[in-house]
């Protein structure tokens, strides 16, 4: 199964850029596809490899040595099938990884598509509903200076009535006044003639600077009037356009709600999935962990007391090698002093002989005799024995002897050359279990599998073996073993 963080990297990505998203899915099935060819090539490999070891056992079987090739056999039958079972559970393993990764991605895939959809129709629904508000603000901002309008128009009609009234009264006042001018014009015509030209200029001035007066007013009424609709208009042009820049921010940040919303929940649901999933692998991996564990110590105190027999032997190997050293030491010893001793009775005896013919060369007579008879001449004319030829019978049984004891004795040192020898062999061989030997480093090893083919090289015979008549057995660590999964 993916992780969390596997998941939300595929959700971004597939909602930044689904093409790329669909290039990589892509790019994961091939290498899907080369993983199952991989894994096919293996197999067809493990079936070639069985089809060569049968061969093998065949041309094996043909030999002479078939107990020795059966064992072997046997063996790399043995890591054969163990290496396929591997690989069938390591497919099998593949496969179930693959069928559930496809799995997880239809359903990661339909379910992302389920939301998408939810959040289209969710996004459709807010679009609508913020275009109705935002249609209902225009309005009401649209009656809103409409109603604006009529009471700035109202004000202004009334303002304009109220002038017209003063100017009418005024009007009225002045007609009034006239027809009082009039009348007392009549009635002092003359007396006030002047004056009245006075007060009517003097009116006429007034009735002007009130009018400019008044059209002054107008024309501040109607340009404020004026300012206050240009300035309404800018207001509202720039509110609509605050309006604009705020509805964008506005879906921006609902759009981030919603699709953090959205994360945050998909992160939620995977992270309870994920965190059942990995507390029931932490279950099985702690009981794969303690079943290895307690396989391992069983292993190690099998491997302890094969250490401490192989210990006691290799003590008792030391031993006899000690005591065998010690007396080959002793017999080498006797060996020279006898070796000697046959050197000084040679030299005695060469001396001797030498003595004995100058003797013998003036005594023919005695020598021919000494021939007829020889039983005789070890006797003088008395009959008593005589002590040069006793000592010189005695010099040459003696001699035999010394002869004999070394030719024992050359048999028993190349006897024990080879008992040494053999007990040397033992003891390499006892050094070569407890660690690897030098012929191991050497040569190839069966069991030890690179891209998934065996070392098919049978290991050779060394001449030590050769000339004991034996073969050597290759010495393989528990620690290998236990990893070829032969000692359980």
């Given at each position: 199964p993916l992780t969390v963080s596997q998941l939300t990297f595929h959700i971004t990505e597939w909602n930044t850029s689904p093409a790329h998203y669909l290039e990589n899915r892509i790019m994961v099935e091939q290498e899907q596809d080369r993983t199952t060819n991989e894994i096919n090539n293996e197999l067809e490999l493990s079936l070639k490899n069985r089809t060569e070891f049968e061969q093998i056992q065949q041309e094996l079987r043909s030999k002479k040595q078939e107990i020795d090739v059966e064992k072997e056999w046997e063996i790399i039958k043995e890591d054969a099938t163990n290496k396929l079972s591997r690989y069938d559970v390591a497919i099998r393993h593949l496969q179930n990884e693959l069928d559930t990764v496809a799995s997880q991605h239809d359903s990661a895939v339909a379910a992302h598509s389920t939301k998408v959809d939810e959040l289209v129709d969710l996004y459709d629904g807010h679009l609508m509903g913020m275009e109705r508000r935002f249609l209902a603000d225009i309005d009401r901002m649209k009656h809103q200076f409409e109603e604006q309008k009529t009471n700035m128009d109202e004000k202004h009609s009334t303002s304009v009535k109220a002038l017209n009234v003063e100017i009418d009264a005024i009007r009225a006042a002045e007609l009034q006044d006239i027809e009082n001018a009039l009348l007392e014009h009549d009635q002092v015509r003359q007396e006030v003639l002047n004056k009245a030209m006075e007060d009517s200029n003097s009116l006429r001035v007034r009735m002007e600077s009130r009018k400019e007066e008044l059209l002054e007013l107008v024309d501040a009424c109607n340009s404020k009037h004026s300012q206050l609709t240009d300035q309404k208009q800018e207001d509202f042009k720039k509110l609509c356009i605050k309006d604009a820049g705020n509805r964008k921010q506005i879906e921006a940040k609902l759009k981030r709600i919603d699709h953090v919303q959205n994360a945050i929940s998909l992160i939620k649901s995977k992270i309870n999935q994920e965190r059942m999933n990995f507390h029931d692998r932490n279950?099985?991996?702690?009981?794969?962990?303690?079943?290895?564990?307690?396989?391992?110590?069983?292993?190690?105190?099998?491997?302890?007391?094969?250490?401490?027999?192989?210990?006691?032997?290799?003590?008792?190997?030391?031993?006899?090698?000690?005591?065998?050293?010690?007396?080959?030491?002793?017999?080498?010893?006797?060996?020279?002093?006898?070796?000697?001793?046959?050197?000084?009775?040679?030299?005695l005896e060469m001396e001797q002989g030498l003595s004995l013919s100058a003797n013998l060369g003036s005594n023919c007579a005695v020598h021919k005799k000494n021939a007829e008879f020889p039983q005789t001449d070890a006797l003088n004319p008395n009959g008593a024995s005589d002590d040069k030829a006793c000592s010189l019978d005695n010099f040459w049984r003696r001699y035999n002897t010394v002869i004999k004891q070394t030719e024992e004795l050359e048999l028993e040192e190349r006897r024990m050359k080879c008992i040494c020898q053999d007990l040397q062999g033992r003891l390499k061989m006892y050094n070569d279990a407890l660690t690897i030997n030098d012929e191991m480093i050497k040569n190839t090893n069966t069991l030890l599998v690179i891209n998934g083919r065996v070392g098919k090289k049978l290991p050779q015979k060394s001449p030590a073996d050769v000339h004991v008549g034996r073969r050597r057995l290759t010495v393989v660590e528990a620690g290998h073993l236990f990893a070829t999964s032969r000692v359980r």
């Open positions: 279950a099985k991996v702690n009981a794969e962990k303690k079943k290895y564990a307690e396989g391992y110590q069983e292993l190690k105190k099998k491997m302890i007391q094969i250490r401490e027999i192989q210990k006691r032997k290799l003590a008792d190997l030391t031993k006899a090698a000690n005591q065998g050293k010690r007396e080959l030491e002793e017999r080498r010893q006797n060996a020279s002093r006898i070796l000697k001793l046959h050197d000084h009775c040679k030299n």
